[in-house]
């Protein structure tokens, strides 16, 4: 129980715990970030072909989506057309209706 006797700190009290352990750390030593680094490279490298090609399935699918959504739009409005009209059925509408709204 420290906080009963009259005793003096020192400055490094006063920093926190964060202060200190940011005080004690220290980066790696530079053969291994080398070595971290050349690893990562090479399995960077490995994936680069399967990931170039997963790409480039992903746009031709996303153009094919931008292509036939519009044209499903176009197709359901149009089904929906009765003498040039937007025709809604529901219960929904029969409430409306009835509301007089």
């Known amino acids: ?13 006063k920093q926190g715990w964060v202060g ?4 004690a750390a220290s980066l790696p030593p530079l053969p291994l970030l080398t070595v971290f680094a050349i690893v990562l490279l090479f399995l960077l490298l ?3 072909g399967s990931l170039k ?4 399935h992903n746009i031709i699918n996303f153009k094919l989506v931008l292509f036939v959504v ?4 176009i197709f ?13 059925q529901g219960p929904c509408l029969d409430t409306i209706r009835q509301a007089g709204g």
């Open 1 to 13: 129980m420290p906080l009963l006797w009259n005793e003096r700190r020192g400055a490094e009290w």
């Open 76 to 88: 359901v409005t149009r089904s929906m057309m009765v003498n040039g009209k937007i025709a809604l």
């Open 46 to 48: 490995s994936h680069y």
């Open 70 to 73: 519009p044209v499903a739009l």
């Open 53 to 56: 090609e997963k790409m480039h």
């Open 20 to 23: 200190q352990t940011m005080s």
